[in-house]
């Protein structure tokens, strides 16, 4: 167990509707990161806040929006959801938000969208 | 694209063999870490080696790193059934700013 908790684990929702993702960080982890992880695309960073500013932007969609509240959990909004956007997604957590850190991976929430 | 690739993308040894993965990466880079992923699940953090190290130990894993030829290798020794896993190396981008994953090396054991 990494410390790191994910909601919900899995989601099934249709075309064009909206789902958030939740995630909360270790204990004394400050920056939290996402990435999207699919069969065809492999695993993608999506973005990365550090004490609720963010600090990294990777291949995120404009659809999508995430925010790290001042409690340090996360939230990974994804709107106009496309059968495209089914996939793994994980949240990741590090003490300082380094690259040289260690990153501890959540379980992940399994988005299906029919 | 990717910074960094795995090869081979699938291996399948016999149990108590040695498994041997590489990757190599496009730019230079800070420093490169492997993580190991179990069907599904989160990734695991296994070992990270710094731009000025050529190899490090820990337990049954040996990881070298050759900056000229931009390459890495993750050797699993006396593979357990256990070991069973996407292998992933990462390394962080030209700006530095966030790290990386290749696509893997899936990993089988057979017993």
């Known amino acids: 167990d990494s410390g790191v908790t994910q909601t919900p684990k899995h989601l099934i929702t249709a075309t064009g509707q909206r789902v958030t993702l939740r995630c909360s960080p270790r204990?004394?982890?400050?920056?939290v990161y996402w990435y999207q992880q699919s069969l065809d695309q492999g695993l993608q960073f999506l973005i990365q806040y550090y004490n609720g500013e963010e600090r990294a932007k990777g291949n995120i969609l404009e659809r999508f929006s995430a925010q790290q509240f001042p409690d340090l959990h996360s939230e990974l909004n994804l709107s106009s959801l496309e059968l495209g956007d089914s996939a793994l997604y994980f949240c990741?957590?590090?003490?300082?938000?380094?690259?040289?850190?260690?990153?501890?991976f959540g379980p992940g929430t399994r988005l299906l969208v029919l | 694209s990717q910074q960094g690739e795995e090869d081979p993308q699938a291996l399948s040894i016999q149990e108590g063999e040695n498994a041997t993965m590489n990757c190599s990466y496009k730019t230079s880079i800070n420093n490169l870490q492997w993580y190991r992923q179990n069907s599904g699940r989160g990734l695991v953090h296994l070992i990270l080696i710094r731009s000025n190290e050529r190899e490090k130990h820990s337990g049954r894993l040996r990881v070298t790193l050759d900056t000229s030829k931009k390459s890495s290798s993750l050797l699993i020794t006396a593979s357990r059934a256990a070991d069973t896993a996407s292998y992933f190396c990462a390394t962080d981008d030209s700006s530095a700013s966030k790290i990386i994953f290749g696509s893997g090396t899936r990993l089988s054991i057979r017993p």
């Open positions: 204990s004394g982890d400050l920056s």
């Open positions: 990741a957590s590090s003490v300082a938000g380094t690259i040289q850190e260690t990153q501890y």
